[in-house]
């Protein structure tokens, strides 16, 4: 059982270009979540989706977009990446609403803009 | 607006207890989770309190009080992996949750 993965690992990527994070779960659950964690920081939400056809936006959405085809895959992309986005991106996944559910984290994404 | 403080860093010694603390400030309350991160790793799920009271799960326990907006992460019998940083985390009125900072534990030998 995999959980949640994510791809790539890691990236560097010069400012301006677009980018796709990808980020897969294979345990059927119907809410998934794209945050970026920044030092000093707490978790930040860009994106959620609350079942598979659906999107919302978090606290931090701008330059961000995503998609929820299906169950199993939320990729999340950058248009025009800038340098403010150097962060690591974690995806997530729940049963039910994620705020009344324990989440599921994917190992991550360090993202470096130059 | 919404808040959520807790200690940056603390440190203590393998075999003891630590207790941390987390207040929070948020529209409306709908539970609170501590998680638990490793460096260079995925947060994972320690707690979740919606009731006042201590939560006791084998060396953790989680203790909320909603009338002062408070709740803390007790260790007992430190172990070195429990090294990490820990995330305490608000469900608001619109069942998102809010995140703190995360308190960075240091277990000394």
């Known amino acids: 059982i995999a959980g949640i993965t994510q791809a790539p690992t890691s990236q560097i990527l010069a400012a301006g270009r677009r980018m796709t994070l990808r980020c897969t779960q294979d345990m059927r659950h119907n809410a998934m979540y794209w945050y970026r964690q920044d030092l000093g920081l707490g978790l930040r939400l860009i994106h959620y989706?609350?079942?598979?056809?659906?999107?919302g936006k978090g606290e931090v959405p701008d330059g961000y977009s995503v998609s929820r085809a299906n169950t199993d895959d939320f990729p999340l992309t950058l248009a025009s990446a800038v340098p403010s986005q150097t962060s690591v991106y974690f995806c997530?996944?729940?049963?039910?609403?994620?705020?009344?559910?324990?989440?599921?984290f994917g190992p991550g994404t360090r993202l470096t803009v130059l | 607006g919404q808040n959520i403080d807790q200690p940056t860093e603390m440190t203590a010694t393998e075999g003891a207890i630590v207790q941390i603390n987390c207040t929070y400030q948020t529209s409306g309350f709908n539970g609170l989770f501590w998680y638990q991160q490793h460096a260079g790793e995925a947060p994972t799920f320690l707690s979740y309190?919606?009731l006042d009271g201590l939560e006791e799960k084998g060396r953790f326990s989680s203790f909320l009080s909603r009338s002062k907006g408070y709740s803390y992460l007790l260790l007992k019998e430190l172990q070195m992996k429990d090294s990490a940083s820990y995330l305490c985390?608000?469900?608001?009125?619109?069942?998102?949750?809010?995140w703190g900072a995360g308190t960075k534990l240091i277990i000394k030998p």
């Open positions: 989706s609350n079942t598979a056809g659906t999107t």
């Open positions: 309190n919606v």
């Open positions: 985390a608000v469900t608001d009125s619109n069942y998102q949750l809010i």
């Open positions: 997530a996944s729940s049963d039910g609403a994620g705020g009344l559910n324990e989440q599921f």
